[in-house]
T-cell receptor, first 114, second 120 residues
Framework: AQSVTQLGSHVSVSEGALVLLRCNYS??????LFWYVQYPNQGLQLLLK??????LVKGINGFEAEFKKSETSFHLTKPSAHMSDAAEYFC????????????FGKGTRLHILP | EADIYQTPRYLVIGTGKKITLECSQT?????MYWYQQDPGMELHLIHY???????EKGDLSSESTVSRIRTEHFPLTLESARPSHTSQYLC???????????????????FGAGSRLTVL
């Protein structure tokens, strides 16, 4: 069975500082991994996805994530936080199989301090 | 520019009322989904559809019902709303997956902006 754990329901960083949002997954078959972002009063928007090609995945707005199979992790990073990055971030996992099911984490709310 | 539209965005109603949350997409996607979102919780799948006249219940039990009479339209209905139904409801869609070198492609969801329902 698949599962996703996001460490930290709230993360605060100063503007210009490194952003690191943690995600660990479990999956019995090769996984697909996603990060979605949700801005206030909006739906979720795909930030980036890992589909078994390059382990370092680049997404929109300067975000990237690295798939580490040995650590079962898919942490999201951005070198320099911007005020506009304040949002909720969801990690999700699905399988490279016929099963369409997508499992979402509980989300991490990112606060940017001026 | 949204390709999947939800109305109403906000709804406050009294207990016992019937409500319908509308969801339409212009991308021609076969698959559509309804998720329930509560603060600090995972998104829970409550309904999904793989095409016209196809509807299935998701992982989270819900008293709501859905219909899929047209590809682009996937409304959710509550016959008698209760305070326990207060939540945010997110509609999503995705295109059919293809298989390549033995692996199915990733299922990427496009979400609407959500309908926030408050039942008094």
């Amino acid at each position: 069975a698949q599962s996703v754990t996001q460490l930290g329901s709230h993360v605060s960083v100063s503007e210009g500082a490194l952003v690191l949002l943690r995600c660990n997954y479990s999956s019995s078959v090769p996984p697909y991994l996603f990060w979605y972002v949700q801005y206030p009063n909006q739906g979720l928007q795909l930030l980036l996805k890992y589909t078994s090609a390059a382990t370092l995945v680049k997404g929109i707005n300067g975000f990237e994530a690295e798939f580490k199979k040995s650590e079962t992790s898919f942490h999201l990073t951005k070198p320099s936080a911007h005020m506009s990055d304040a949002a909720e971030y969801f990690c999700a996992v699905s399988e490279a199989s016929r099963d369409d099911k997508i499992i979402f984490g509980k989300g991490t709310r990112l606060h940017i301090l001026p | 520019e949204a390709d999947i539209y939800q109305t109403p965005r906000y709804l406050v109603i009294g207990t016992g009322k019937k409500i319908t949350l509308e969801c339409s997409q212009t991308m021609g996607h076969d698959k559509m989904y309804w998720y329930q979102q509560d603060p600090g919780m995972e998104l829970h799948l409550i309904h999904y559809s793989y095409g016209v006249n196809s509807t299935e219940k998701g992982d989270l039990s819900s008293e709501s019902t859905v219909s899929r009479i047209r590809t682009e339209h996937f409304p959710l209905t509550l016959e008698s709303a209760r305070p326990s139904h207060t939540s945010q409801y997110l509609c999503a869609s995705s295109e059919s997956r293809t298989i390549l070198m033995g692996y199915w492609g990733a299922n990427v969801l496009t979400f609407g902006a959500g309908s926030r329902l408050t039942v008094l």
